[in-house]
């Protein structure tokens, strides 16, 4: 009987250790949402930009993009940024990951949230892999959005029409007929940012005349932003004048910094 009991205690013991390092071992998916801490960054950082500088006269804005993988780099670009005392606010033009892992996302976040200054992130493709949409929605918001500062209508889209494999209304055309008529009385200048520029890889490049048709509805359309093509670069995608800035990834090293000023702007090319 002893013999019998102690063998008990002990299966028990061994049962509840295993489990024990079971959940320790799979405690969380990969690709779990479910996020501790602060969730729709881009709407609360929003608020902070509108209510910081809506009439601010001379705008400086630092654009970064396809940190994905390259924590080291992006760690020093933070830093880098964070050295400066003109910067307002921050745009990451998309590919916060490498494989969309809810891991990476943590990674990304613990480095961004050392940011000095408000910042909004748009989604790229790598951001889409696994379950990594749904991370993107919880933690950042809606994959289109928009926000005015000095009468400047800065419009963030989803052109990643790949992800969809072509089945989604990417980039959305109904969402940009809202956003064109929207707060009208705010703002006489756009700026459209989005992380796959038109005839690239990612874009759905049957629309792109289309695409180009509905800019030209925006009131002041000054320029574009992209990331994706991991390259430092000024286009004239269409050959009809409209500037097309190319944000670099964070392995080479470089950034863009635009000063906007009541009478135009200037774009800076950054090195770290």
Same mark, same amino acid.
């Given at each position: 009987?002893?013999?019998?009991?102690?063998? %008990?205690?002990?299966?028990?013991?061994?049962?509840?250790?295993?489990?024990?390092?079971?959940?320790?071992?799979?405690?969380?998916?990969?690709?779990?949402?479910?996020?501790?801490?602060?969730?729709?960054?881009?709407?609360?950082?929003?608020?902070?930009?509108?209510?910081?500088?809506?009439?601010?006269?001379?705008?400086?804005?630092?654009?970064?993009?396809?940190?994905?993988?390259?924590?080291?780099?992006?760690?020093?670009?933070?830093?880098?940024?964070?050295?400066?005392?003109?910067?307002?606010?921050?745009?990451?033009?998309?590919?916060?990951?490498?494989?969309?892992?809810?891991?990476?996302?943590?990674?990304?976040?613990?480095?961004?949230?050392?940011?000095?200054?408000?910042?909004?992130?748009?989604?790229?493709?790598?951001?889409?892999?696994?379950?990594?949409?749904?991370?993107?929605?919880?933690?950042?918001?809606?994959?289109?959005?928009?926000?005015?500062?000095?009468?400047?209508?800065?419009?963030?889209?989803?052109?990643?029409?790949?992800?969809?494999?072509?089945?989604?209304?990417?980039?959305?055309?109904?969402?940009?007929?809202?956003?064109?008529?929207?707060?009208?009385?705010?703002?006489?200048?756009?700026?459209?940012?989005?992380?796959?520029?038109?005839? %690239?890889?990612?874009?759905?490049?049957?629309?792109?005349?289309?695409?180009?048709?509905?800019?030209?509805?925006?009131?002041?359309?000054?320029?574009?932003?992209?990331?994706?093509?991991?390259?430092?670069?000024? %286009?004239?995608?269409?050959?009809?004048?409209?500037?097309?800035?190319?944000?670099?990834?964070?392995?080479?090293?470089?950034?863009?910094?635009?000063?906007?000023?009541?009478?135009?702007?200037?774009?800076?090319?950054?090195?770290?």
């Amino acid at each position: 009987m002893r013999i019998g009991f102690r063998m %008990s205690i002990v299966l028990v013991l061994a049962a509840v250790w295993l489990l024990s390092s079971c959940g320790d071992m799979f405690e969380t998916h990969p690709y779990d949402v479910n996020f501790k801490g602060k969730k729709d960054i881009n709407e609360q950082n929003i608020k902070e930009i509108e209510k910081r500088f809506s009439d601010k006269e001379t705008l400086h804005i630092a654009f970064i993009s396809d940190t994905h993988g390259w924590y080291s780099d992006m760690r020093d670009e933070i830093a880098h940024i964070n050295k400066r005392q003109d910067i307002d606010f921050v745009v990451h033009c998309g590919d916060l990951t490498d494989t969309g892992t809810s891991k990476e996302y943590e990674w990304t976040l613990d480095i961004l949230n050392d940011l000095r200054y408000p910042y909004v992130a748009l989604i790229g493709n790598h951001d889409f892999l696994g379950t990594g949409n749904q991370a993107y929605s919880v933690l950042f918001g809606d994959m289109n959005f928009s926000f005015i500062v000095s009468r400047v209508k800065f419009i963030c889209l989803n052109t990643n029409a790949t992800e969809y494999d072509y089945m989604a209304a990417v980039p959305d055309f109904d969402y940009m007929e809202e956003v064109i008529a929207k707060d009208t009385e705010k703002f006489d200048r756009t700026i459209v940012i989005m992380h796959a520029p038109p005839y %690239s890889d990612q874009f759905n490049n049957n629309v792109c005349k289309a695409f180009r048709r509905y800019l030209d509805f925006f009131p002041g359309l000054m320029f574009c932003v992209y990331g994706h093509n991991h390259n430092d670069v000024v %286009s004239d995608i269409y050959g009809d004048g409209l500037l097309f800035y190319g944000i670099d990834c964070a392995e080479h090293r470089n950034y863009r910094i635009l000063t906007l000023t009541p009478d135009g702007y200037e774009m800076e090319q950054v090195f770290f």
